[in-house]
């Protein structure tokens, strides 16, 4: 078909009593081409009016498309068994044309921001090797909207406190903080809403307060208003990550903030300026930080167990060995657990980011050979039973050797029969257990209630 300008041309030479044979020639167009527009006497191509072999059958389509739900390979094989030759391309271009299944393609819109005016915030999972193994992580990124300032860092996973020690390392990298901070509609710094109407967490909106910004999140669907954060994921899977392996979490983030001050320093062709010079108008118009930066922390509360150790996201980290059995605090941050009993007594141990069930441990916590512990015996229990009901005591060393339960557990058992139940019921069933070899103290104790039921209970007795 010729172009608009190949008819206008036509139509040019014509008037100036060129023949067709000359102007087929010079065009390099067949003679006929150029009587058919001389003929028509018009610039503008003909519109092509032919029939579409897929309109008589556009009923049946709208039908099998949503019997078929959607699927257009399954939409032919029905028009085949119909009896219809409409081949597949026929079809599918039917269906572009006439937007059966699809949606028109609406143009993007385009969002200005002034310097210090907006940051966007967003994670993204990758898989990387670090020491040697393969991993799922989480990358937090942050990108200032005006000077396209990117820091980057990355968690074995993201939850409110590995949030506020991003957000913390991403301002200081910055200098300050934007008024705005643009978030997707995430749990982690949500508590109900979503969107513009959304209400941020308590403990989120503090820590924002403090940095003098305020969360915003973008409408449900509306991915597009934080493309200035979306677009980098894919530039740091495929420059940072790609064949890059890493030792550990430190030197991985250590090598991921030196390729930020490296790529903030490179010119970008789609803004056509280097984010650096662009930061240096930004900077000024930053709310400065505050004068102290507090330490994110989370706080715990833990149990000292048997073995002198305290157990933090499956790793345990030692203690002294005579806090056992006491309750501790622990503190969380981001380089330390730090372990806290009473107002004076701390321990501090290096913070192992993933959990890995490893222990920990600082020799000075562990007892002197000889000096652990020292168990009493006889156990407390035991000496109150003996004074009690002495007539037990060997009933008492057999169950030392042949119970199944924790000796102090059985002790404190049996003690609590010897003072709840009348004497002579109480001894008689402990005899009857020593006899046969009893050590259920269950059963024991059922055999007391027998023997007391009839002088402290009312038996219903059944007329027979």
């Not at 139509?11 to 087929?24: C, M, P, Q, S, V």
């Not at 949503?66 to 599918?92: F, M, W």
């Not at 009473?342 to 600082?362: A, D, F, N």
């Not at 102090?408 to 019921?425: D, F, H, N």
Request: hydrophobic letters at 35%.
């Amino acid at each position: 078909m010729l172009s608009p300008s190949q008819r206008t041309a036509i139509l040019e030479l014509h008037r100036k009593d060129l023949g067709t044979r000359r102007i087929a020639r010079a065009l390099k167009v067949s003679r006929d081409a150029v009587k058919k527009v001389i003929r028509s006497e018009s610039s503008i191509p003909p519109p092509i009016v032919r029939p579409e072999k897929a309109e008589e059958y556009r009923q049946e389509i709208l039908d099998q498309y949503a019997s078929c739900k959607g699927n257009l390979a399954r939409v032919h094989e029905e028009l085949q068994a119909l009896g219809s030759d409409i081949s597949y391309p026929a079809l599918t271009a039917f269906c572009r044309r006439h937007g059966i299944g699809h949606k028109p393609v609406l143009p993007v819109g385009e969002y200005h921001f002034e310097p210090g005016e907006e940051c966007q915030h967003d994670t993204s999972p990758h898989e990387i090797k670090i020491g040697g193994r393969l991993r799922s992580v989480q990358t937090a990124s942050t990108v200032l909207c005006y000077s396209r300032m990117l820091f980057f860092q990355m968690y074995p996973n993201f939850q409110r406190f590995d949030c506020k020690v991003f957000l913390t390392e991403a301002l200081k990298y910055y200098g300050g903080s934007c008024k705005r901070m643009m978030i997707d509609n995430t749990h982690v710094v949500i508590l109900r809403g979503s969107g513009p109407g959304m209400v941020p967490v308590p403990e989120m909106e503090a820590f924002a307060e403090r940095y003098s910004f305020e969360f915003h999140a973008h409408r449900i669907g509306d991915a597009d208003r934080k493309g200035r954060v979306e677009r980098p994921f894919l530039f740091i899977e495929r420059n940072f990550l790609a064949g890059r392996e890493f030792a550990d979490w430190e030197d991985l983030n250590r090598r991921a903030r030196e390729w930020c001050d490296k790529v903030n320093r490179k010119y970008k062709k789609h803004i056509r300026s280097v984010p650096q010079e662009l930061f240096a108008v930004e900077r000024p118009q930053l709310h400065p930080l505050p004068l102290w930066i507090p330490e994110v922390y989370r706080l715990q509360h833990r149990i000292v167990d048997v073995e002198g150790y305290v157990a933090v996201h499956s790793n345990r980290y030692s203690v002294p060995w005579t806090w056992i059995g006491k309750q501790v605090e622990v503190r969380e941050t981001k380089d330390w657990i730090e372990i806290q009993y009473g107002s004076r007594q701390m321990v501090r141990h290096t913070r192992i980011i993933e959990p890995l069930h490893k222990r920990i441990t600082i020799p000075e916590h562990r007892p002197a050979w000889g000096q652990g512990i020292k168990r009493t015996d006889p156990r407390p229990e035991e000496k109150t039973l003996g004074e009690l009901t002495p007539e037990i005591l060997g009933y008492v060393s057999a169950l030392k050797i042949h119970g199944r339960k924790y000796i102090t557990v059985a002790l404190r058992q049996l003690l609590r029969m010897a003072r709840e139940y009348p004497r002579e019921a109480f001894l008689s069933a402990t005899a009857e257990a020593f006899q046969y070899g009893l050590y259920d103290l269950d059963r024991v104790e059922s055999m007391i209630l027998r023997r007391i039921a009839a002088d402290y209970f009312r038996l219903e007795t059944s007329n027979r």
